[in-house]
């Protein structure tokens, strides 16, 4: 099992900027893919950004540019560094860890793009 606690999350203004955090624990030895999705209200579930074992990054066009998705090995934890904020960034951001047959998501964090 892998437990994965998020934080980062909160207000902030169009054009700001914040840091998501995912720390792991647990049975952490077989995990190869790390990624962020999102999801806003009455929208599906959405891959923001993803970086596997070897350390490739994938991410979104909607926020190519803009985010950052990094892994401190050490510490078990991945980082979203988010920039240059837009509305339609608001969403509930989870964090997923996964092994060749398991995943395992965050609680999500809620982050809000407002004036």
């Known amino acids: 099992q892998v437990q994965l606690v998020e934080s980062g999350g909160g207000l902030v203004q169009p054009g700001g900027s914040l840091r998501l955090s995912c720390a792991a624990s647990?049975?952490?030895?077989?995990?190869?893919?790390m990624g962020w999705y999102r999801q806003a209200p009455g929208k599906q579930r959405e891959l923001v950004a993803t970086i596997i074992s070897g350390g490739s990054t994938n991410y979104a066009d909607s926020v190519k540019g803009r985010f950052t998705i990094t892994r401190d090995n050490a510490k078990n934890t991945i980082y979203l560094q988010m920039n240059s904020l837009k509305s339609e960034d608001t969403a509930v951001y989870y964090c997923n860890f996964r092994g060749t047959i398991t995943s395992y998501w965050g609680q999500g964090t809620q982050v809000t793009v407002s004036s």
């Open positions: 647990g049975s952490i030895y077989s995990i190869y893919y």
